[in-house]
């Protein structure tokens, strides 16, 4: 690979997750921002957050799209968790064995359901929680009830935070 496409890649990438690609698409664009960072990918939402915040945004928009983002993101998880375990232990010669999500679940075992609650206030690792909590078929109501609870109080402190700045 040459010099020239590897910068070229590399700006790319910053552009992403800078949220200059998000933020041509105001609220559509901060929804699908949210919902890609709730599913493991390390994109901050608070830049783009902030700079429609900043542009005049309407803080109840931008609260419900970084809320509706973010919550179809998580039960994207506990479904990538719930479905992958399956498919996983299908293909797998020794059907006796199963998936181990050995950091998650340890935090899960540890913590319990506080581990969903406060899963949102994590970068990467809160999204292996989510999953791992897929993978151990937990209580599906139960589970979207800590998850939303968690999201929806970080997205309410983000968003209140960030509009008495701006």
Do not use: C
Request: glycine share 10%; no cysteine; hydrophobic share 50%.
């Amino acid at each position: 690979m040459s010099y020239e496409l590897f910068m070229e890649y590399y700006q790319q990438v910053q552009e992403i997750l800078a949220n200059n690609t998000f933020q041509e698409y105001g609220i559509i664009g901060l929804f699908i921002n949210s919902l890609l960072s709730a599913t493991a990918l390390p994109i901050p939402t608070e830049i783009l957050t902030s700079a429609l915040l900043m542009g005049g945004e309407s803080i109840i928009l931008v609260a419900t799209a970084l809320m509706i983002g973010s919550t179809i993101g998580g039960f994207f998880n506990y479904v990538i968790g719930f479905g992958g375990n399956k498919l996983f232990n299908k293909f797998k010669k020794n059907k006796d064995k199963k998936i181990e999500h050995k950091k998650g679940h340890r935090i899960l075992d540890k913590f319990g359901w506080s581990a969903i609650f406060f899963a949102s206030w994590i970068p990467v690792l809160g999204d292996l929680i989510l999953i791992s909590a897929g993978a151990k078929k937990m209580k599906f109501i139960k589970y979207s009830i800590f998850m939303i609870s968690g999201k929806a109080l970080k997205t309410i402190i983000v968003v209140i935070g960030l509009g008495s700045i701006f």
